[in-house]
């Protein structure tokens, strides 16, 4: 009983993770039909500047917003200046790619080969004792800030004007055009919100999984999944999927650490054969 | 018309000639880059398959160079399983992966097919990284030996396994040019062309596309088998989604579609790699570039912009 909540617990700490990454992926998929391939590289990116910013200058919260914001700029830039050029999507997807090898090989050229991390604030150090189980504050942490972002994309997608343009261009490009919608500046405003996101995940994960070149390629197909399960475009895909996934690889990992990776198969498998556009995708 | 094909295959023919002769001759350095580019060329032209015949790209293809490589390695040094056996296994279990992705892959299109082929392919690296007690997990397996074809012909001697792999080269150039230009080719053509009329035609294109993603995956294997012979050696990297990106960007900067383009692409590749490498360790950055500059300057492969300089090098 304890293992299951322990590892229940776990599980849904790295579906919070998961969540910041998929829901910008998604969300940057629903607007320009983009899959953006250096999105695992934003969240390894993100981690390293965090970390750095953390030896400096010891704040948490610095660490999270200078990385989320330095990423975001590099990923509006890329939008702006690289991205928005093509129609079509594969050039867009290839020039992703050649990002992510590059952003590989600059992590490992500043930040080095060996693995890096750094304590979680002090405050939120040590664990939690109900009866038997054991549980590090940090992560439930994670936990509540994951959701408290969750609960902030909806209002922003729902309740504000701008989440209204949001969906309009999710839905219909070339009406929103019409209506006077903005599309380039949504566009552009939205690949910096999901670059931001990943760059704050990278942060928020480094301490208790590290920031080492090679995450960035590990994170991103569990990413993927989160998306393919979930559906693409759609937030509470992302939401739903992430649990999935997050939890799925976290028992996958504690009952058979081997085959941990492969356990992953599983969701896609039965999601994609049911419904292959994913549990929540319009598409 | 007639020219340019008269073109091409005097430059496939005259290649073809000096890859036979010109060997003995080149330094042992050169002998292995040499095998490296047919090995990858074979690899390349698998994709070339689903990328340039289906307009499949997919982001997963070493997986079953991974997998075919990695049988090879498993079963030669633990379990000293035959020539025949490993090679038998190899291909097949290749073949069975292709078979049992195809079947979650073969409905998608577009950025969808990119997504799953990714996580699909990451899959196979999953296990070779973590599945310590079979692969040796970030060690990799060493000392996969030459086989033992049983002649008195060594395969240890690099000429003569150089000569193997450019037999194996022409063979699976042949049988993918007889099956891109057989009439089930030419249907994965009309897929990649127009998938709603062709199914209005009465084709059935989810079987397809299906046999079309099986047949690129078993030949991908062809080229991990070599590849852990010629090695001896496989490690995650072979699997990894950088091996995958690769020889992505082998077909791309070669022209998909054109079959000998992707490994004309390989070789470049191939040539770069270790070419660089002996000057800087970075290879990621610069393969980065060449994706990005390729995309913005020959976003048809070098065939295409040789032909543009050719033709006066008018942009149009």
């Known amino acids: 009983m304890e293992f299951l909540i322990v590892q229940t617990l776990s599980g849904i700490s790295f579906a919070a993770i998961l969540f910041l990454l998929a829901s910008g992926l998604s969300l940057i998929f629903g607007v320009m039909n983009i899959v953006n391939i250096a999105h695992g590289s934003y969240y390894m990116l993100g981690g390293y500047i965090g970390i750095s910013i953390f030896w400096k200058t010891g704040s948490f919260v610095l660490a999270i917003l200078g990385a989320g914001l330095s990423i975001a700029i590099v990923g509006i830039g890329m939008q702006r200046f690289l991205l928005r050029r093509y129609f079509e999507h594969y050039p867009q997807v290839l020039m992703t790619m050649g990002f992510a090898l590059i952003f590989r090989d600059l992590a490992l050229l500043i930040w080095g080969g060996d693995p890096l991390s750094f304590p979680a604030p002090a405050f939120l150090q040590g664990s939690i004792h109900m009866g038997e189980i054991v549980f590090p504050v940090y992560r439930l942490f994670v936990i509540a800030l994951s959701t408290a972002v969750a609960i902030g994309l909806w209002v922003f997608n729902e309740k504000t004007s701008f989440g209204a343009s949001l969906r309009a261009t999710v839905d219909d490009n070339e009406m929103a055009r019409g209506v006077g919608i903005n599309v380039p500046l949504v566009s552009a405003l939205m690949f910096g919100l999901g670059a931001f996101l990943a760059a704050f995940g990278g942060v928020v994960a480094a301490p208790f999984f590290g920031v080492y070149a090679g995450a960035d390629f590990e994170i991103l197909p569990l990413a993927f999944v989160v998306v393919i399960v979930g559906g693409m475009g759609s937030l509470k895909g992302a939401a739903v999927g992430s649990i999935l996934v997050g939890l799925v690889d976290n028992f996958g990992k504690a009952l058979v650490p081997d085959l941990s990776y492969f356990t992953l198969f599983l969701p896609m498998a039965i999601v994609l054969a049911i419904k292959p556009t994913g549990l929540f995708g319009r598409k | ?316």
């Open chain 2, 1 to 316: 018309m007639i020219t340019e094909f008269r073109v091409k295959i005097s430059g496939i023919i005259a290649a073809f000639i000096l890859l036979v002769i010109l060997p003995p001759t080149l330094p042992s350095y050169w002998l292995t880059i040499l095998t490296q580019m047919l090995i990858f060329g074979i690899m390349a032209m698998s994709l070339d398959v689903l990328m340039g015949y289906m307009g499949r790209p997919s982001f997963g293809h070493a997986a079953f160079f991974g997998v075919s490589a990695y049988a090879i390695a498993i079963l030669s040094t633990r379990y000293q399983v035959g020539f025949l056996g490993c090679v038998a296994t190899g291909f097949l279990l290749a073949t069975a992966i292709a078979a049992l992705y195809g079947l979650l892959v073969a409905h998608a299109a577009g950025v969808y097919f990119l997504m799953i082929t990714l996580a699909l392919g990451m899959v196979i690296w999953g296990l070779a990284f973590r599945w310590v007690t079979m692969t040796g997990g970030d060690n990799g397996i060493a000392g996969i030996p030459r086989p033992d074809l049983g002649i008195p012909i060594s395969l240890d001697d690099p000429i003569v396994f150089y000569y193997v792999v450019l037999i194996v080269f022409v063979i699976v150039l042949f049988l993918l040019f007889i099956f891109i230009h057989s009439p089930f080719g030419q249907s994965l053509m009309g897929i990649r062309e127009s998938e709603s009329r062709m199914r209005i035609l009465g084709y059935n294109t989810w079987l397809h596309k299906y046999l079309g993603y099986v047949v690129a995956g078993a030949f991908s294997g062809i080229s991990g088998i070599l590849w852990a012979y010629y090695n001896g050696f496989v490690s995650p990297m072979d699997a990894e989604l950088t091996a995958s990106f690769e020889v992505f960007l082998m077909v791309i900067l070669g022209g998909p579609g054109t079959l000998i383009g992707p490994a004309l692409g390989a070789g470049i590749i191939v040539f770069l790699k270790n070419f660089i490498s002996a000057y800087t360790h970075r290879w990621l950055l610069i393969i980065g570039a060449i994706y990005i500059l390729t995309i913005l300057y020959a976003p048809g492969g070098v065939m295409e912009l040789g032909i543009r300089f050719a033709k006066g090098g008018d942009k149009e």
